[in-house]
């Protein structure tokens, strides 16, 4: 099997129409399937398996680090009192919940720093 570079360089940059100015998962199959030896199926179960160990690590209290990436952490908000605007004389409990945060990695806060904000 022959080896590449690095697919994931291309990961944001797909020939495929953009639906909305999202990146999906589709996308990131999409582009990754054109850069490797692998076929569609195959790339598409390791994305989601990926997702999944992702997902299931911050659901058990875990917070997931991703060199040259950034870090997912759980943060407990805490309960508050909030209004509903429709009805501001009721107060409303909003109860204590985990929350996802994302810290942007070096490499990812570089790339940030070069971004046109005009154009976002």
Request: contains cysteine; glycine residues 6%; positive net charge.
């Amino acid at each position: 099997m022959e080896t590449h570079p690095n697919p994931y360089s291309k990961v944001f940059q797909t020939d495929l129409p953009p639906m909305s100015n999202n990146l999906t998962k589709r996308q990131i199959v999409q582009s990754i399937y054109e850069g490797a030896d692998y076929n569609h199926k195959h790339v598409t179960e390791i994305v989601q398996k990926t997702l999944d160990h992702i997902c299931k690590g911050l659901t058990s209290g875990q917070n997931v680090e991703l060199r040259n990436f950034g870090v997912f952490e759980v943060q407990v908000r805490k309960s508050r009192v909030g209004r509903n605007p429709n009805q501001p004389e009721k107060d409303v409990v909003i109860p204590r919940r985990a929350v996802v945060k994302f810290k942007a990695g070096k490499e990812m806060k570089a790339g940030l720093e070069k971004l046109d904000l005009d154009n976002i």
